[in-house]
Protein backbone atom coordinates (compact mmCIF):
# COMPACT_ATOMS: atom_id res chain seq x y z
CA UNK A 1 0.00 0.00 0.00
CA UNK A 2 2.80 2.63 -0.35
CA UNK A 3 2.82 5.71 -1.98
CA UNK A 4 4.64 6.99 -5.02
CA UNK A 5 5.42 10.89 -4.80
CA UNK A 6 6.98 12.67 -7.41
CA UNK A 7 5.87 16.73 -8.08
CA UNK A 8 8.30 18.31 -9.94
CA UNK A 9 8.99 21.76 -8.47
CA UNK A 10 7.77 21.16 -5.47
CA UNK A 11 9.50 19.92 -2.27
CA UNK A 12 8.45 16.22 -1.15
CA UNK A 13 9.04 17.01 2.25
CA UNK A 14 6.17 19.02 3.47
CA UNK A 15 3.97 16.28 1.22
CA UNK A 16 5.48 13.36 3.10
CA UNK A 17 4.92 14.54 6.66
CA UNK A 18 1.22 15.65 5.52
CA UNK A 19 0.52 12.11 4.14
CA UNK A 20 2.20 10.87 7.38
CA UNK A 21 -0.22 12.99 9.68
CA UNK A 22 -3.11 12.14 7.31
CA UNK A 23 -2.41 8.78 7.64
CA UNK A 24 0.63 7.68 9.44
CA UNK A 25 0.98 3.75 9.08
CA UNK A 26 1.19 4.55 5.05
CA UNK A 27 4.97 4.17 3.41
CA UNK A 28 5.65 6.73 0.75
CA UNK A 29 8.84 6.78 -1.19
CA UNK A 30 9.69 9.44 -3.68
CA UNK A 31 11.78 6.77 -6.07
CA UNK A 32 11.62 3.37 -7.76
CA UNK A 33 13.75 0.73 -6.99
CA UNK A 34 14.19 -2.81 -7.69
CA UNK A 35 12.88 -3.83 -3.94
CA UNK A 36 9.63 -1.01 -3.52
CA UNK A 37 8.33 -1.57 -7.41
CA UNK A 38 5.85 -4.09 -6.56
CA UNK A 39 4.99 -2.35 -3.06
CA UNK A 40 3.50 1.32 -5.02
CA UNK A 41 0.01 1.02 -5.25
CA UNK A 42 -0.43 4.81 -5.36
CA UNK A 43 1.14 7.53 -7.51
CA UNK A 44 1.12 11.02 -6.67
CA UNK A 45 2.30 13.03 -9.12
CA UNK A 46 2.47 16.52 -10.27
CA UNK A 47 4.10 16.64 -13.82
CA UNK A 48 6.25 12.88 -13.17
CA UNK A 49 9.20 12.15 -14.40
CA UNK A 50 8.90 10.58 -17.75
CA UNK A 51 8.95 7.00 -17.55
CA UNK A 52 8.84 6.94 -13.76
CA UNK A 53 5.35 5.29 -14.01
CA UNK A 54 5.91 2.14 -16.70
CA UNK A 55 7.11 -0.38 -14.72
CA UNK A 56 5.55 -0.46 -11.18
CA UNK A 57 2.71 -3.58 -11.88
CA UNK A 58 0.96 -3.30 -8.92
CA UNK A 59 -0.13 0.11 -9.34
CA UNK A 60 -3.69 0.70 -8.81
CA UNK A 61 -4.31 4.98 -9.02
CA UNK A 62 -2.60 7.73 -10.32
CA UNK A 63 -3.42 11.12 -8.18
CA UNK A 64 -2.88 14.16 -9.93
CA UNK A 65 -2.61 16.66 -7.57
CA UNK A 66 -4.37 19.17 -9.35
CA UNK A 67 -7.05 20.29 -11.94
CA UNK A 68 -5.01 19.91 -14.85
CA UNK A 69 -3.90 16.16 -16.47
CA UNK A 70 -2.56 17.71 -19.65
CA UNK A 71 0.98 17.22 -18.68
CA UNK A 72 0.00 13.36 -17.46
CA UNK A 73 -1.86 12.54 -20.43
CA UNK A 74 1.23 13.87 -22.52
CA UNK A 75 3.34 11.15 -21.65
CA UNK A 76 2.89 7.84 -23.33
CA UNK A 77 5.24 5.77 -21.02
CA UNK A 78 1.97 5.98 -18.50
CA UNK A 79 0.11 2.95 -18.44
CA UNK A 80 -3.69 3.24 -19.75
CA UNK A 81 -5.30 0.61 -17.85
CA UNK A 82 -4.66 2.34 -14.44
CA UNK A 83 -7.27 5.01 -13.28
CA UNK A 84 -6.60 8.40 -12.88
CA UNK A 85 -7.94 10.55 -10.55
CA UNK A 86 -7.81 14.50 -10.70
CA UNK A 87 -7.38 15.72 -6.83
CA UNK A 88 -9.39 18.95 -6.05
CA UNK A 89 -10.25 19.54 -3.34
CA UNK A 90 -12.07 22.22 -1.40
CA UNK A 91 -9.38 23.59 -0.60
CA UNK A 92 -7.71 24.33 -3.93
CA UNK A 93 -11.53 25.31 -5.73
CA UNK A 94 -11.78 28.01 -3.56
CA UNK A 95 -8.19 29.83 -4.05
CA UNK A 96 -8.96 29.74 -7.52
CA UNK A 97 -12.38 31.00 -6.15
CA UNK A 98 -10.38 33.72 -4.41
CA UNK A 99 -8.11 34.73 -7.66
CA UNK A 100 -11.22 34.87 -9.79
CA UNK A 101 -13.81 36.92 -7.51
CA UNK A 102 -10.25 39.39 -6.87
CA UNK A 103 -8.96 39.70 -10.54
CA UNK A 104 -13.05 40.44 -11.79
CA UNK A 105 -13.31 42.82 -9.22
CA UNK A 106 -9.86 44.44 -9.60
CA UNK A 107 -10.60 45.44 -13.31
CA UNK A 108 -14.37 46.15 -12.83
CA UNK A 109 -13.49 48.70 -9.96
CA UNK A 110 -10.76 50.35 -12.32
CA UNK A 111 -7.84 49.12 -9.30
CA UNK A 112 -5.35 50.09 -11.82
CA UNK A 113 -6.20 53.33 -12.47
CA UNK A 114 -7.09 54.63 -9.11
CA UNK A 115 -3.62 53.31 -8.07
CA UNK A 116 -2.04 55.46 -10.71
CA UNK A 117 -4.75 58.06 -8.97
CA UNK A 118 -3.11 57.87 -5.75
CA UNK A 119 0.83 57.70 -7.17
CA UNK A 120 -0.22 61.50 -8.47
CA UNK A 121 -2.04 62.47 -5.72
CA UNK A 122 -5.24 62.74 -7.76
CA UNK A 123 -8.67 62.74 -5.71
CA UNK A 124 -11.13 61.74 -8.45
CA UNK A 125 -14.13 59.23 -8.69
CA UNK A 126 -14.58 57.33 -12.23
CA UNK A 127 -17.32 56.18 -13.74
CA UNK A 128 -18.86 52.84 -12.32
CA UNK A 129 -21.44 50.33 -13.49
CA UNK A 130 -22.88 48.16 -10.58
CA UNK A 131 -21.68 44.65 -10.65
CA UNK A 132 -25.57 43.58 -11.91
CA UNK A 133 -25.06 45.76 -15.11
CA UNK A 134 -21.74 43.48 -16.15
CA UNK A 135 -21.84 39.83 -17.05
CA UNK A 136 -19.14 37.17 -16.25
CA UNK A 137 -18.71 34.61 -18.53
CA UNK A 138 -17.18 31.35 -17.58
CA UNK A 139 -15.55 29.20 -20.20
CA UNK A 140 -14.85 25.89 -18.43
CA UNK A 141 -17.79 24.82 -15.94
CA UNK A 142 -16.76 22.18 -13.77
CA UNK A 143 -15.79 22.43 -10.27
CA UNK A 144 -13.31 25.19 -10.18
CA UNK A 145 -15.95 27.35 -12.55
CA UNK A 146 -18.55 26.76 -10.73
CA UNK A 147 -17.70 27.64 -7.89
CA UNK A 148 -16.17 31.28 -8.83
CA UNK A 149 -19.47 31.33 -11.17
CA UNK A 150 -21.76 31.31 -7.93
CA UNK A 151 -19.46 33.49 -5.45
CA UNK A 152 -19.38 36.19 -8.13
CA UNK A 153 -23.41 35.96 -8.21
CA UNK A 154 -22.75 36.84 -4.33
CA UNK A 155 -21.04 39.85 -4.93
CA UNK A 156 -23.20 40.91 -7.37
CA UNK A 157 -22.28 40.25 -10.94
CA UNK A 158 -24.39 38.61 -13.99
CA UNK A 159 -22.90 35.08 -14.28
CA UNK A 160 -23.20 32.88 -17.72
CA UNK A 161 -21.39 29.61 -18.03
CA UNK A 162 -20.29 27.74 -21.27
CA UNK A 163 -19.32 23.71 -21.05
CA UNK A 164 -18.60 21.54 -23.57
CA UNK A 165 -21.68 19.37 -22.68
CA UNK A 166 -24.64 20.23 -20.87
CA UNK A 167 -24.79 20.73 -17.06
CA UNK A 168 -26.99 20.68 -14.48
CA UNK A 169 -26.28 23.85 -13.12
CA UNK A 170 -29.24 25.86 -11.25
CA UNK A 171 -27.66 29.02 -9.86
CA UNK A 172 -26.87 30.59 -13.90
CA UNK A 173 -27.21 29.61 -16.97
CA UNK A 174 -25.04 27.47 -18.71
CA UNK A 175 -24.18 27.38 -22.60
CA UNK A 176 -23.33 23.87 -24.05
CA UNK A 177 -21.63 22.72 -26.47
CA UNK A 178 -19.57 24.84 -29.42
CA UNK A 179 -22.76 26.37 -31.21
CA UNK A 180 -23.52 27.76 -28.47
CA UNK A 181 -20.10 29.74 -28.21
CA UNK A 182 -20.51 32.73 -30.20
CA UNK A 183 -24.11 33.53 -27.98
CA UNK A 184 -22.06 33.35 -24.78
CA UNK A 185 -19.35 35.32 -25.94
CA UNK A 186 -21.83 37.96 -27.48
CA UNK A 187 -23.36 38.15 -23.53
CA UNK A 188 -20.08 38.52 -21.99
CA UNK A 189 -18.05 41.39 -20.84
CA UNK A 190 -15.59 39.77 -18.37
CA UNK A 191 -14.19 36.56 -19.89
CA UNK A 192 -13.05 33.76 -16.87
CA UNK A 193 -11.04 30.77 -18.80
CA UNK A 194 -10.85 27.89 -16.58
CA UNK A 195 -11.03 25.34 -19.49
CA UNK A 196 -8.60 22.01 -19.31
CA UNK A 197 -6.01 22.02 -21.55
CA UNK A 198 -7.08 19.51 -24.83
CA UNK A 199 -6.52 19.27 -28.16
CA UNK A 200 -9.44 21.49 -28.48
CA UNK A 201 -9.03 23.89 -26.00
CA UNK A 202 -5.09 24.35 -27.20
CA UNK A 203 -5.41 28.33 -28.79
CA UNK A 204 -8.90 28.75 -27.80
CA UNK A 205 -8.17 32.29 -26.35
CA UNK A 206 -7.57 33.88 -29.93
CA UNK A 207 -7.71 37.45 -31.56
CA UNK A 208 -11.21 36.15 -33.37
CA UNK A 209 -12.40 34.63 -29.80
CA UNK A 210 -11.67 38.36 -28.66
CA UNK A 211 -13.82 39.51 -31.42
CA UNK A 212 -16.64 37.97 -30.67
CA UNK A 213 -16.93 39.64 -26.68
CA UNK A 214 -19.81 41.90 -26.12
CA UNK A 215 -19.53 45.44 -27.70
CA UNK A 216 -20.77 48.78 -25.86
CA UNK A 217 -21.34 47.06 -22.53
CA UNK A 218 -21.10 49.03 -18.69
CA UNK A 219 -17.21 48.53 -19.16
CA UNK A 220 -14.87 50.28 -21.62
CA UNK A 221 -14.52 46.83 -23.16
CA UNK A 222 -14.30 43.40 -22.41
CA UNK A 223 -11.47 41.90 -20.31
CA UNK A 224 -10.08 38.64 -19.91
CA UNK A 225 -9.12 36.55 -17.34
CA UNK A 226 -6.86 33.22 -17.85
CA UNK A 227 -6.71 30.89 -14.89
CA UNK A 228 -6.97 27.53 -17.59
CA UNK A 229 -3.59 26.76 -18.92
CA UNK A 230 -0.99 28.81 -20.91
CA UNK A 231 -1.14 26.90 -24.11
CA UNK A 232 -5.15 28.28 -24.41
CA UNK A 233 -4.17 31.55 -25.40
CA UNK A 234 -2.15 33.17 -27.86
CA UNK A 235 0.05 35.84 -26.38
CA UNK A 236 0.27 37.77 -29.67
CA UNK A 237 -3.63 37.57 -29.76
CA UNK A 238 -3.69 39.35 -26.98
CA UNK A 239 -1.05 42.00 -27.09
CA UNK A 240 -3.10 42.65 -30.40
CA UNK A 241 -6.47 43.54 -28.80
CA UNK A 242 -4.92 44.75 -26.07
CA UNK A 243 -3.44 47.62 -27.73
CA UNK A 244 -6.35 47.91 -30.51
CA UNK A 245 -9.05 47.62 -27.73
CA UNK A 246 -10.58 44.90 -28.61
CA UNK A 247 -10.04 43.34 -25.19
CA UNK A 248 -9.75 46.57 -22.55
CA UNK A 249 -7.39 44.65 -20.00
CA UNK A 250 -6.50 41.13 -19.20
CA UNK A 251 -5.28 39.35 -16.21
CA UNK A 252 -3.14 36.28 -17.08
CA UNK A 253 -1.89 33.32 -14.26
CA UNK A 254 -0.89 31.06 -16.76
CA UNK A 255 1.97 31.16 -19.80
CA UNK A 256 3.30 28.68 -22.28
CA UNK A 257 6.37 27.96 -21.30
CA UNK A 258 6.36 29.05 -17.88
CA UNK A 259 8.28 31.25 -16.15
CA UNK A 260 6.78 33.64 -18.41
CA UNK A 261 9.98 34.78 -21.21
CA UNK A 262 11.83 37.83 -19.52
CA UNK A 263 11.33 39.07 -23.32
CA UNK A 264 7.26 38.88 -23.63
CA UNK A 265 5.74 42.05 -23.94
CA UNK A 266 2.89 40.96 -21.26
CA UNK A 267 4.59 41.61 -18.38
CA UNK A 268 5.04 45.59 -19.13
CA UNK A 269 1.60 46.34 -20.94
CA UNK A 270 0.11 48.53 -18.94
CA UNK A 271 -3.47 46.87 -19.29
CA UNK A 272 -2.20 43.29 -18.51
CA UNK A 273 -2.01 41.71 -14.93
CA UNK A 274 0.53 39.04 -15.06
CA UNK A 275 0.58 36.41 -12.16
CA UNK A 276 3.24 33.84 -11.40
CA UNK A 277 0.79 30.43 -11.78
CA UNK A 278 -0.24 31.34 -8.35
CA UNK A 279 -4.29 31.30 -8.58
CA UNK A 280 -4.68 28.19 -6.85
CA UNK A 281 -1.40 26.09 -5.34
CA UNK A 282 -1.78 22.92 -3.90
CA UNK A 283 -1.58 23.11 0.12
CA UNK A 284 0.07 19.71 1.43
CA UNK A 285 -2.08 19.43 4.78
CA UNK A 286 -5.49 20.30 3.17
CA UNK A 287 -4.44 18.00 0.01
CA UNK A 288 -3.31 15.13 1.26
CA UNK A 289 -6.03 14.62 3.59
CA UNK A 290 -8.54 14.64 1.11
CA UNK A 291 -6.44 12.25 -1.30
CA UNK A 292 -6.12 9.88 1.47
CA UNK A 293 -9.92 10.11 1.57
CA UNK A 294 -9.96 9.07 -1.51
CA UNK A 295 -7.65 6.37 -1.29
CA UNK A 296 -10.04 5.03 1.49
CA UNK A 297 -12.79 4.71 -1.02
CA UNK A 298 -10.62 2.87 -3.46
CA UNK A 299 -9.41 0.62 -0.95
CA UNK A 300 -13.51 0.08 0.34
CA UNK A 301 -14.42 -0.09 -3.57
CA UNK A 302 -15.97 2.57 -3.62
CA UNK A 303 -16.49 4.96 -6.33
CA UNK A 304 -13.73 7.77 -6.90
CA UNK A 305 -14.76 11.29 -7.56
CA UNK A 306 -13.00 12.91 -10.51
CA UNK A 307 -11.61 10.09 -12.47
CA UNK A 308 -10.17 11.42 -15.54
CA UNK A 309 -11.53 10.41 -19.21
CA UNK A 310 -8.79 9.79 -21.29
CA UNK A 311 -10.74 9.88 -24.12
CA UNK A 312 -12.11 13.48 -23.55
CA UNK A 313 -8.78 14.96 -22.10
CA UNK A 314 -9.79 15.76 -18.92
CA UNK B 1 -46.19 66.53 -2.88
CA UNK B 2 -43.29 68.16 -4.61
CA UNK B 3 -39.82 66.83 -3.66
CA UNK B 4 -37.16 69.51 -2.71
CA UNK B 5 -33.49 67.91 -3.88
CA UNK B 6 -30.30 69.59 -2.64
CA UNK B 7 -27.19 67.39 -2.72
CA UNK B 8 -23.90 69.18 -2.30
CA UNK B 9 -21.40 68.07 -5.10
CA UNK B 10 -23.76 66.15 -7.28
CA UNK B 11 -25.31 67.17 -10.26
CA UNK B 12 -28.67 67.48 -10.24
CA UNK B 13 -30.05 66.27 -13.64
CA UNK B 14 -29.90 63.06 -13.67
CA UNK B 15 -31.39 62.96 -10.47
CA UNK B 16 -34.90 64.93 -11.36
CA UNK B 17 -34.52 63.00 -15.22
CA UNK B 18 -34.51 59.59 -12.71
CA UNK B 19 -37.33 60.50 -10.03
CA UNK B 20 -39.33 61.73 -13.02
CA UNK B 21 -39.31 58.29 -14.73
CA UNK B 22 -39.95 56.93 -11.84
CA UNK B 23 -42.99 59.07 -10.89
CA UNK B 24 -43.66 61.16 -13.93
CA UNK B 25 -46.67 63.04 -12.02
CA UNK B 26 -44.23 64.36 -8.74
CA UNK B 27 -42.72 67.57 -8.84
CA UNK B 28 -39.11 68.45 -8.19
CA UNK B 29 -37.26 71.37 -7.14
CA UNK B 30 -33.88 72.81 -6.15
CA UNK B 31 -34.62 75.57 -4.46
CA UNK B 32 -37.00 77.46 -1.96
CA UNK B 33 -38.87 79.99 -2.93
CA UNK B 34 -42.02 81.49 -1.24
CA UNK B 35 -44.43 80.36 -4.31
CA UNK B 36 -43.35 76.99 -3.35
CA UNK B 37 -42.08 76.26 0.48
CA UNK B 38 -45.49 75.06 1.59
CA UNK B 39 -45.67 72.53 -1.44
CA UNK B 40 -42.52 71.21 -0.75
CA UNK B 41 -43.34 67.60 1.28
CA UNK B 42 -40.44 65.56 0.88
CA UNK B 43 -36.40 66.65 1.04
CA UNK B 44 -34.12 64.42 -0.82
CA UNK B 45 -30.79 65.66 0.87
CA UNK B 46 -27.24 64.89 0.72
CA UNK B 47 -25.07 67.50 3.20
CA UNK B 48 -27.69 70.21 2.70
CA UNK B 49 -27.57 73.72 2.40
CA UNK B 50 -27.37 75.38 6.03
CA UNK B 51 -31.40 76.10 6.74
CA UNK B 52 -33.06 75.41 3.44
CA UNK B 53 -34.72 72.97 5.49
CA UNK B 54 -35.61 75.01 8.24
CA UNK B 55 -39.01 76.98 6.84
CA UNK B 56 -41.05 74.11 4.90
CA UNK B 57 -44.32 73.87 6.95
CA UNK B 58 -45.61 70.93 5.35
CA UNK B 59 -42.23 69.10 5.39
CA UNK B 60 -43.08 65.56 5.86
CA UNK B 61 -39.71 63.56 5.66
CA UNK B 62 -36.54 63.95 4.98
CA UNK B 63 -34.10 60.95 2.69
CA UNK B 64 -30.91 61.00 3.34
CA UNK B 65 -29.51 59.97 0.01
CA UNK B 66 -26.67 57.59 1.48
CA UNK B 67 -26.09 55.62 4.70
CA UNK B 68 -24.37 57.71 6.68
CA UNK B 69 -26.30 61.04 8.21
CA UNK B 70 -23.87 62.44 10.32
CA UNK B 71 -23.92 65.60 8.58
CA UNK B 72 -27.69 66.17 8.47
CA UNK B 73 -27.49 65.51 12.45
CA UNK B 74 -25.11 68.15 13.00
CA UNK B 75 -27.19 70.76 11.12
CA UNK B 76 -28.98 72.24 14.20
CA UNK B 77 -31.55 74.16 11.64
CA UNK B 78 -33.19 70.94 10.63
CA UNK B 79 -36.73 71.14 12.42
CA UNK B 80 -36.65 67.96 14.45
CA UNK B 81 -39.95 66.88 14.20
CA UNK B 82 -39.51 65.69 10.78
CA UNK B 83 -38.46 62.05 10.26
CA UNK B 84 -35.34 61.39 8.24
CA UNK B 85 -34.96 58.64 6.49
CA UNK B 86 -31.62 57.10 5.17
CA UNK B 87 -31.74 55.59 1.83
CA UNK B 88 -29.57 52.75 1.59
CA UNK B 89 -30.87 50.55 -1.72
CA UNK B 90 -30.06 47.57 -2.62
CA UNK B 91 -27.53 48.72 -5.58
CA UNK B 92 -25.79 50.73 -3.03
CA UNK B 93 -25.52 47.87 -0.53
CA UNK B 94 -23.92 45.59 -3.79
CA UNK B 95 -21.55 48.12 -4.50
CA UNK B 96 -20.21 48.85 -0.48
CA UNK B 97 -19.80 44.72 -0.75
CA UNK B 98 -17.91 44.23 -3.82
CA UNK B 99 -15.64 47.08 -2.60
CA UNK B 100 -15.12 45.25 0.45
CA UNK B 101 -14.93 42.19 -0.88
CA UNK B 102 -11.98 43.55 -3.48
CA UNK B 103 -10.12 44.91 -0.93
CA UNK B 104 -9.87 41.90 1.51
CA UNK B 105 -8.57 39.87 -1.18
CA UNK B 106 -6.49 42.36 -2.39
CA UNK B 107 -4.15 42.60 0.54
CA UNK B 108 -4.73 38.75 1.16
CA UNK B 109 -3.67 37.57 -2.02
CA UNK B 110 -0.88 40.23 -1.85
CA UNK B 111 -1.84 42.63 -5.25
CA UNK B 112 0.53 44.95 -4.17
CA UNK B 113 3.65 42.50 -4.09
CA UNK B 114 2.59 40.98 -6.99
CA UNK B 115 2.69 44.35 -9.29
CA UNK B 116 5.85 45.15 -7.66
CA UNK B 117 7.02 41.65 -9.26
CA UNK B 118 5.35 42.27 -12.24
CA UNK B 119 7.40 45.29 -12.87
CA UNK B 120 10.62 43.96 -11.97
CA UNK B 121 9.70 40.88 -14.58
CA UNK B 122 9.85 38.76 -11.49
CA UNK B 123 8.47 35.14 -11.17
CA UNK B 124 8.03 33.99 -7.87
CA UNK B 125 5.09 32.55 -5.70
CA UNK B 126 4.67 34.16 -2.00
CA UNK B 127 3.32 32.36 0.46
CA UNK B 128 -0.60 32.11 0.44
CA UNK B 129 -2.82 31.14 3.12
CA UNK B 130 -6.55 30.05 2.66
CA UNK B 131 -9.26 32.65 3.28
CA UNK B 132 -10.61 29.87 5.48
CA UNK B 133 -7.48 30.34 7.76
CA UNK B 134 -7.85 34.42 7.57
CA UNK B 135 -10.49 36.17 9.89
CA UNK B 136 -12.22 39.19 9.06
CA UNK B 137 -14.28 41.35 11.73
CA UNK B 138 -16.67 43.75 10.41
CA UNK B 139 -16.85 46.58 12.52
CA UNK B 140 -20.90 47.45 12.01
CA UNK B 141 -23.23 45.33 11.33
CA UNK B 142 -26.13 47.26 9.70
CA UNK B 143 -27.75 46.34 6.16
CA UNK B 144 -23.77 47.08 4.61
CA UNK B 145 -21.51 45.07 7.17
CA UNK B 146 -23.96 42.29 7.05
CA UNK B 147 -24.03 41.86 2.90
CA UNK B 148 -20.37 42.38 3.09
CA UNK B 149 -19.89 39.61 5.51
CA UNK B 150 -21.94 37.14 3.72
CA UNK B 151 -20.11 37.91 0.77
CA UNK B 152 -17.12 37.11 2.23
CA UNK B 153 -18.10 34.03 3.32
CA UNK B 154 -19.08 33.14 -0.07
CA UNK B 155 -15.65 33.55 -1.02
CA UNK B 156 -14.11 31.23 1.84
CA UNK B 157 -13.05 33.65 4.75
CA UNK B 158 -13.82 33.21 7.81
CA UNK B 159 -16.33 36.29 9.29
CA UNK B 160 -17.37 37.85 12.52
CA UNK B 161 -18.97 41.01 13.23
CA UNK B 162 -18.85 43.52 16.11
CA UNK B 163 -22.20 45.30 16.90
CA UNK B 164 -23.31 47.97 19.29
CA UNK B 165 -26.54 46.04 20.32
CA UNK B 166 -27.06 42.34 19.69
CA UNK B 167 -27.86 41.14 15.99
CA UNK B 168 -30.05 38.20 15.36
CA UNK B 169 -27.46 37.14 12.71
CA UNK B 170 -27.52 33.07 11.89
CA UNK B 171 -25.13 33.64 8.94
CA UNK B 172 -21.87 34.36 11.27
CA UNK B 173 -20.97 35.35 15.12
CA UNK B 174 -22.03 39.07 15.99
CA UNK B 175 -20.40 40.17 19.22
CA UNK B 176 -22.37 42.97 20.96
CA UNK B 177 -20.99 45.91 22.83
CA UNK B 178 -18.08 47.70 23.99
CA UNK B 179 -17.06 44.61 26.35
CA UNK B 180 -16.82 41.79 23.51
CA UNK B 181 -14.50 44.65 21.42
CA UNK B 182 -11.35 43.04 22.62
CA UNK B 183 -12.47 39.37 21.85
CA UNK B 184 -13.89 40.43 18.57
CA UNK B 185 -10.46 42.21 17.80
CA UNK B 186 -8.82 39.66 19.10
CA UNK B 187 -9.97 37.20 17.06
CA UNK B 188 -9.46 39.72 13.48
CA UNK B 189 -7.20 39.53 10.93
CA UNK B 190 -8.69 41.84 8.89
CA UNK B 191 -10.40 44.73 10.12
CA UNK B 192 -13.60 46.34 8.27
CA UNK B 193 -14.89 49.37 9.54
CA UNK B 194 -18.74 50.03 8.07
CA UNK B 195 -19.81 51.88 11.40
CA UNK B 196 -22.01 55.10 11.57
CA UNK B 197 -19.88 58.30 12.66
CA UNK B 198 -21.44 58.83 16.28
CA UNK B 199 -19.98 60.75 19.05
CA UNK B 200 -18.76 57.08 19.64
CA UNK B 201 -17.46 56.20 17.20
CA UNK B 202 -15.30 59.50 16.02
CA UNK B 203 -11.57 58.48 16.22
CA UNK B 204 -12.27 54.90 17.05
CA UNK B 205 -9.65 53.59 14.63
CA UNK B 206 -6.56 54.25 16.64
CA UNK B 207 -3.24 52.88 17.62
CA UNK B 208 -4.49 51.80 20.89
CA UNK B 209 -7.28 49.34 19.09
CA UNK B 210 -4.98 48.35 16.14
CA UNK B 211 -2.88 46.71 18.79
CA UNK B 212 -5.77 44.60 20.27
CA UNK B 213 -6.08 43.31 16.76
CA UNK B 214 -5.23 39.53 16.16
CA UNK B 215 -0.96 38.97 16.44
CA UNK B 216 0.90 35.57 14.85
CA UNK B 217 -2.09 34.46 12.08
CA UNK B 218 -2.29 33.68 8.91
CA UNK B 219 -0.98 36.89 7.20
CA UNK B 220 1.93 39.09 7.60
CA UNK B 221 0.11 41.09 10.00
CA UNK B 222 -3.30 42.79 10.84
CA UNK B 223 -5.10 45.12 8.13
CA UNK B 224 -7.32 47.78 8.35
CA UNK B 225 -9.84 48.51 5.57
CA UNK B 226 -12.19 51.51 6.11
CA UNK B 227 -15.42 52.16 4.11
CA UNK B 228 -17.18 54.25 6.97
CA UNK B 229 -16.42 57.86 7.61
CA UNK B 230 -12.83 59.53 7.35
CA UNK B 231 -13.45 60.84 10.90
CA UNK B 232 -13.26 57.63 12.52
CA UNK B 233 -9.47 57.26 11.57
CA UNK B 234 -6.66 58.71 13.22
CA UNK B 235 -4.51 59.13 10.22
CA UNK B 236 -1.39 59.55 12.17
CA UNK B 237 -2.22 56.66 14.12
CA UNK B 238 -2.39 54.31 10.84
CA UNK B 239 1.26 55.85 9.60
CA UNK B 240 2.50 54.75 13.05
CA UNK B 241 1.03 51.36 12.84
CA UNK B 242 1.83 51.28 9.63
CA UNK B 243 5.16 51.83 10.03
CA UNK B 244 6.08 49.91 13.10
CA UNK B 245 4.07 46.93 11.75
CA UNK B 246 1.32 46.90 14.22
CA UNK B 247 -1.05 47.03 10.95
CA UNK B 248 0.74 45.25 7.73
CA UNK B 249 -1.35 47.32 5.50
CA UNK B 250 -4.28 49.25 4.95
CA UNK B 251 -7.02 50.32 2.57
CA UNK B 252 -9.03 54.23 3.41
CA UNK B 253 -11.96 55.26 1.00
CA UNK B 254 -12.85 58.19 3.28
CA UNK B 255 -10.97 60.59 5.15
CA UNK B 256 -11.45 63.50 7.17
CA UNK B 257 -11.60 66.39 5.53
CA UNK B 258 -11.96 65.22 1.88
CA UNK B 259 -10.54 65.64 -0.43
CA UNK B 260 -7.18 64.10 1.31
CA UNK B 261 -5.11 66.99 2.11
CA UNK B 262 -2.10 66.96 -0.76
CA UNK B 263 0.50 66.75 2.05
CA UNK B 264 -1.16 63.45 3.59
CA UNK B 265 1.55 60.91 3.65
CA UNK B 266 -0.72 58.72 3.44
CA UNK B 267 -1.01 58.96 -0.72
CA UNK B 268 3.05 57.66 -0.63
CA UNK B 269 2.53 55.25 2.08
CA UNK B 270 3.61 51.83 -0.03
CA UNK B 271 1.19 49.54 2.07
CA UNK B 272 -1.95 52.31 2.11
CA UNK B 273 -4.44 51.88 -0.83
CA UNK B 274 -6.09 55.40 -0.66
CA UNK B 275 -8.92 55.77 -2.62
CA UNK B 276 -11.34 58.80 -3.51
CA UNK B 277 -14.46 57.91 -1.41
CA UNK B 278 -15.69 55.97 -3.87
CA UNK B 279 -16.41 52.50 -2.62
CA UNK B 280 -20.38 52.57 -2.70
CA UNK B 281 -21.45 55.82 -4.81
CA UNK B 282 -25.21 56.60 -5.44
CA UNK B 283 -27.01 55.78 -8.49
CA UNK B 284 -29.65 58.31 -9.68
CA UNK B 285 -31.86 55.70 -11.27
CA UNK B 286 -31.64 53.00 -8.61
CA UNK B 287 -31.82 54.93 -6.25
CA UNK B 288 -34.85 57.14 -6.96
CA UNK B 289 -36.93 53.98 -7.64
CA UNK B 290 -36.47 52.73 -4.55
CA UNK B 291 -36.96 56.45 -2.37
CA UNK B 292 -40.06 56.78 -4.28
CA UNK B 293 -41.48 53.31 -3.24
CA UNK B 294 -40.48 54.76 -0.10
CA UNK B 295 -42.28 58.02 -0.39
CA UNK B 296 -45.10 55.57 -1.59
CA UNK B 297 -45.38 53.50 1.73
CA UNK B 298 -45.25 56.71 3.70
CA UNK B 299 -48.20 58.39 1.85
CA UNK B 300 -50.18 54.93 2.28
CA UNK B 301 -49.53 55.23 6.25
CA UNK B 302 -46.73 52.11 5.71
CA UNK B 303 -44.00 51.95 8.20
CA UNK B 304 -40.49 53.23 6.60
CA UNK B 305 -37.20 51.05 6.15
CA UNK B 306 -34.36 52.53 8.12
CA UNK B 307 -35.83 55.29 10.00
CA UNK B 308 -33.24 57.11 11.63
CA UNK B 309 -32.97 57.25 15.79
CA UNK B 310 -31.51 61.17 16.59
CA UNK B 311 -31.13 59.89 19.78
CA UNK B 312 -28.25 57.25 18.67
CA UNK B 313 -27.09 59.58 15.70
CA UNK B 314 -27.59 56.68 12.85
Same mark, same amino acid.
Given at each position: ? @???????????????????????????????????????? /??? =??????????????? &???????????????????????????? +???????????????????????????? &?????????? +????????? @????????? +?????? =??????????????????? &? @????????????????????????????????????? /??????????????GPVLVNAGRGAQQIDADILRALDDGTLWAASLDVFDPEPLALTSQLWAHPRAFVTPHIAADSEPEA???????????? &???????? @????????
Amino acid at each position: M @TILLDMKGWDPHPWIAAIKRADPERQVVTAVAQENASAIR /YAW =VWRPRTGILSNLPNL &ELIVNLGAGVDALLADATIPTHVPIVRA +LDPNITMRMTEWIVLQVLYHHRHIPAYL &EQQRQRIWRA +LPQPAASAV @TVGILGCGA +LGTSAG =VALRHVGFEVIGWSRTAKE &E @TRFKVFAGGDCLPSFLGQTDILVCLLPLTPETRGVLS /YGLFRQLKRGGALAGPVLVNAGRGAQQIDADILRALDDGTLWAASLDVFDPEPLALTSQLWAHPRAFVTPHIAADSEPEAMSGYVIKQIRRH &EQGLPLDM @TVDRGRGY
